[in-house]
């Protein structure tokens, strides 16, 4: 019993020592967000744009990088081997592309309609149009909604998995620390703490790889190993040829071009601030996103010829399988940190986008524009927790594998937001007829495709999803009025 007491003693110790410094974080930025007065708004949502270089790259990469990521891709990559390895590097470009092509001209446009939101820029762009703002506002909190159900599971099974605790002592443990420093500090609170979260996510995945190749021998027996187990393991198409040529390239899409369809990562193209910081985020944050994404699911692989599933868990146990297989309970401890880190990080992004979402785009625009400053932090805050008190009551059920929970919010997301944000900055004549024709079509045929035609021509559902969404933008678009002269001179005047 004493062996025992000693094991979970050297477990928790550095585990609550970091929850206390997340704590901190989001109470020390209430003090900012209790100092910002009438810009109460840009303090909380968007942390005042203050963003340098460092802390740009790793709360977009910490916000990308979920429990998908750290459990249900190492997960998968258990299963499939080598295969979904590669698959998941189609990520690497990630920082690149959102701040590449969304960033200059989303900043600029932004900070000149005096945007706070993303949908905020939709709907300046797009003629103030309410089928507009609904259609994407609704479309925001529906599947943001479904991702951070994902998440809250993975934080949950997370504890269960390494503490033998119950599964919903975890997700309340869980989901009451990311309640308590997001609804407390906001936007600030989740870069502070994302920054944090990235670092510990770095040196974590770091240390697991390392580790997991020692102890099976080194990179030649780790892969004989694989071979001899089943030689699909070290293949590019999976275990039964599961990953097919259309299947990884469709990849392509879903993971890393069409993140510019995801507004959790859109709004830090907003808040970065100057260009210096842009840049070098550009930079940190693709060696970063490449060495968690080769390092996460590579260690899933290997862990295949070092441990196997206990009867009663998922695949998405094992890299917190992986992690008590390797290191005394102390560096469990430390270890536990960094997907938890991946989780809450994920989370506080998602939660604090759909609270502005309600809060500045429907209730303020459209219900009671004059609420006053002090009305307007109580609202917001009690919005933030409501929905996080929601999201824990519906992760009590959880769904088996988390990666395709979260996928799927991706596509939903996708199908809502790519052309319209995409084409709206790039396309002078891009109307709302345009982005109403594009939404519908993306979000209906995306539901269908995936419930009807999971593979259509081999590929996931969000490709044709986004070829049909484009042809109704084109054509509604022509069908229709071009943009007011008021429009195009906002976004491409001087």
């Known amino acids: 019993m004493s062996g025992e007491l000693s094991y979970l003693i050297q477990l928790w110790v550095p585990l609550i020592s970091y929850l206390c410094i997340v704590i901190l974080i989001g109470y020390y930025s209430t003090r900012k967000v209790r100092k910002a007065g009438d810009r109460f708004i840009d303090e909380y949502y968007l942390g005042n744009r203050g963003l340098g270089g460092y802390v740009l790259a790793m709360t977009l990469v910490a916000t990308y990088v979920s429990a998908s990521s750290f459990l249900g891709g190492p997960g998968t990559a258990y299963s499939q081997g080598l295969g979904w ?139 004989q190993e694989l071979y001899n187990t089943d030689p699909d393991l070290i293949t590019p198409f999976g275990v039964d040829n599961f990953i097919t040529v259309p299947w990884i390239s469709s990849f392509w899409i879903l993971v890393c071009i069409g993140i510019l369809g995801l507004p959790q990562n859109a709004i830090r193209a907003m808040a970065y601030k100057n260009s210096k910081s842009m840049h070098r985020a550009i930079v940190i944050g693709t060696v970063v996103s490449g060495v968690l994404m080769l390092g996460l699911h590579l260690s899933g692989s290997v862990a295949r010829v070092l441990i196997s599933v206990p009867e009663g868990l998922t695949t998405d146990s094992i890299m917190p399988l992986l992690a008590m297989d390797l290191f005394p309970a102390w560096l469990v401890g430390i270890f536990l940190a960094a997907p938890l880190a991946t989780i809450m990080s994920t989370v506080d992004s998602q939660l604090i986008l759909m609270s502005s979402t309600i809060m500045r785009d429907l209730y303020i625009s459209y219900v009671n524009p004059d609420l006053s400053s002090d009305k307007l932090k109580v609202l917001s805050m009690l919005t933030t927790a409501i929905l996080g008190l929601i999201i824990i009551v519906a992760a009590l059920n959880p769904p088996s594998l988390i990666i395709w929970i979260n996928l799927y919010a991706f596509g939903g997301l996708e199908a809502t937001f790519f052309w319209v944000l995409v084409l709206g900055l790039y396309w002078r004549r891009a109307n709302a007829q345009g982005a109403i024709a594009s939404m519908g079509v993306g979000i209906i045929s995306f539901l269908l495709i995936s419930e009807l035609w999971p593979r259509p021509f081999g590929a996931h559902p969000i490709v044709l999803a986004l070829i049909l969404a484009l042809i109704a933008f084109v054509i509604a678009t022509y069908a229709t009025s071009p943009p007011s002269d008021e429009t195009i001179e906002k976004f491409w005047g001087a």
């Not at 446009?109 to 709907?123: C, E, H, P």
């Not at 507009?132 to 599947?143: K, Q, R, W, Y």
């Not at 996510?201 to 020692?214: D, E, K, P, R, S």
């Open 85 to 223: 390895v590669l698959l998941a590097m189609t990520q690497i470009p990630a920082a690149y592309i959102t701040l590449g092509i969304l960033g200059k001209r989303f900043a600029i446009v932004s900070r000149k309609v005096r945007a706070v939101t993303v949908i905020d820029v939709i709907k300046e762009r797009y003629g103030n149009n309410t089928i507009v703002v609904l259609m994407t506002s609704v479309a925001t909190v529906s599947f943001l909604i479904v991702a951070v159900i994902a998440q809250f599971v993975g934080g949950a099974r997370l504890f269960q998995t390494i503490t033998g605790l119950p599964y919903i002592v975890g997700l309340v443990l869980f989901g009451g620390i990311v309640l308590i420093y997001v609804t407390w500090g906001g936007f600030r609170a989740v870069v502070l703490t994302d920054t944090l979260q990235g670092t510990v996510m770095l040196i974590g995945t770091i240390i697991i790889l390392i580790a997991a190749f020692m102890a099976g021998g080194g990179v030649s027996s780790v892969m």
